[in-house]
């Protein structure tokens, strides 16, 4: 920002230029709003990004967010946004061994296959039958909460009529999600691949009486009003480039390099002290939108900060040469992994691994899942490598608390990836290392993140992805009518910590602008 600009007044400051930060700078500049948007790093997009990690190598991968289900359509209509998704063709893939011999659960590629696919695992069609009821009652109740994201906050008796199921709502809104699960589902690896929707990036048991495992698996299911998780073509940067452009289009100023360190507020008028690379600033607005965690809001504010938050993941990005085969002989690789490839992610597995991490222990057996970007997208990768059949390959895990990391993260990490690679090992044909490219430097092309490092590069509080626990999607006492309202009637929080927050869904920033065109 030149040196003059200092000082300068805006309708509307956003502080942080993730994806939310963004869709609410857009609305509010197609709105007429003067918008400057301030961000710490050299670039827009926060954890929606896209970049080329490994030295010398044209593939650009979505490097911490990777899949789109949140994101309304009414959001990339609203804002004439040039972003497409792509639907994969498979579901999910879950090998395991019965009876001694190496099989899976292939879900997908159409109803007759996917029926076949459970009657092989499980010996008759009593499971797929459960499948599809259950599944019926989670699309119901997506498609009837779905759309209230983008509306004010609805009480939750509203929420619960609205929903019109009450069998549906005691299973999602009111009992630990473990009784509906044991309760459907017989068979101990169809009941692990429910469950694991409930655990992403979310540390909790299918019991817990909190309900963060029921409040997680919610959003992890009512996406789009089916559910479906697609892939951005291009990137996740792909929507982040998309939205920049639509912002500065609209007029919003994008300052990179900036980096806010206060905000002082008498609720009608707002001053932001920012630092660049040449030194302090300060800019003025009538609202201030913080498209950080509330930790970091509190620290801007001069408030008490809030209750700790913790993530419990692992992010790995591989690039292969070529996709490993299978021990299971009757499944396609390019199959298993265009979906989503679940790895010790059975439901004794996951509560094992569970008890494990919170007596502070790395999960033996950690549970992950895996899904290659470029068999749906392959415009990801240079043409190249495209010929030659490289492939990307994500993989997410499960149940690696923060604090698990706290003494030495760099050992921790280590230990933890070599144990996840292995356990994927145990069924493939051969070793995924053999599998590895390898970059400019002849290194191979792997680069795993825990919490802490999420914390130390995206300033996520320790590593949650959501920023805090998940919330429910109807008003709570402090939630206000559209969930991003603070204590200062003129601040804002517009990250995935506020209400309905989380994921790749632009619902913050929309639902904050929205707040401040009403009392415009």
């Not at 010996?123 to 699309?139: I, L, N, S, V």
């Not at 909190?210 to 697609?230: K, S």
């Not at 010790?344 to 992950?368: F, K, N």
């Amino acid at each position: 920002m030149p040196a003059n600009e200092t000082g300068r007044a805006y309708d509307a400051v956003i502080v942080g230029g993730g994806h939310n930060g963004l869709v609410a700078a857009a609305y509010l500049a197609r709105a007429g709003r003067s918008v400057l948007v301030l961000e710490r790093l050299d670039h827009t997009g926060g954890a929606a990004v896209s970049t080329r990690p490994f030295a010398g190598i044209d593939a650009r991968l979505s490097r911490y967010s990777y899949l789109v289900s949140l994101l309304p359509p009414k959001i990339v209509r609203d804002l004439g946004l040039d972003f497409r998704v792509r639907a994969r063709t498979i579901s999910s893939y879950t090998p395991a061994e019965r009876a001694g011999r190496p099989t899976g659960l292939l879900v997908g590629g159409g109803e007759q296959r996917t029926r076949e696919a459970f009657a092989r695992l499980t010996g008759g069609d009593g499971e797929y039958a459960a499948w599809k009821r259950f599944y019926g009652m989670t699309r119901h109740v997506a498609q009837r909460v779905f759309p209230t994201l983008t509306e004010p906050l609805p009480t939750r008796d509203a929420l619960r009529r609205r929903v019109g199921d009450e069998t549906a709502w005691r299973a999602l809104f009111e009992e630990p999600l473990g009784v509906v699960v044991e309760k459907t589902f017989a068979d101990d690896l169809v009941r692990g691949v429910v469950l694991t929707d409930a655990l992403i990036g979310t540390f909790a048991d299918a019991h817990d009486p909190d309900l963060a495992q029921n409040r997680c698996f919610l959003y992890h299911v009512i996406g789009g009003g089916t559910g479906a998780w697609d892939v951005p073509v291009g990137g996740m940067g792909a929507l982040t480039d998309a939205l920049a452009a639509a912002a500065r289009s609209a007029g919003a100023r994008l300052a990179t390099g900036h980096e806010v360190t206060r905000i002082d507020t008498d609720g009608r008028h707002a001053e932001i002290t920012y630092r660049t690379a040449d030194g302090e600033g300060t800019a003025a607005a009538r609202h201030v939108l913080v498209n950080a965690s509330p930790h970091e809001l509190a620290a801007l504010t001069g408030a008490a900060p809030p209750e700790p938050a913790e993530g419990a993941q692992l992010k790995v990005n591989m690039l292969l040469t070529r996709l490993p085969r299978l021990r299971d002989l009757g499944t396609d690789p390019r199959e298993a992994f265009a979906g989503t490839f679940h790895v010790a992610e059975g439901y004794r597995q996951l509560a094992t691994a569970h008890a494990q991490a919170a007596a502070g222990r790395l999960p033996g057996s950690p549970p992950s899942e895996i899904y290659c970007h470029s068999l749906t997208d392959p415009t990801v990768l240079g043409p190249d490598l495209a010929r030659r059949g490289y492939q990307t390959l994500t993989l997410f895990g499960l149940h690696t608390p923060a604090r698990l990391f706290d003494r030495d993260n760099d050992a921790a990490r280590e230990e933890l990836l070599a144990a996840t690679l292995a356990e994927l090992d145990t069924h493939l044909a051969e070793p995924l290392a053999d599998c590895l490219a390898t970059d400019a430097d002849g290194r191979p092309c792997i680069e795993a993140r825990t919490p802490l490092d999420l914390e130390r590069d995206l300033r996520l509080p320790g590593g949650n992805i959501f920023h805090r626990p998940l919330s429910w999607p109807y008003a709570q006492p402090d939630t206000g009518r559209w969930g991003v309202e603070t204590a200062h009637p003129n601040v804002l929080l517009c990250g995935a910590g506020a209400a309905r927050g989380g994921g790749v869904s632009g619902v913050p920033g929309h639902n904050a602008a929205m707040a401040v065109l009403e009392r415009d």
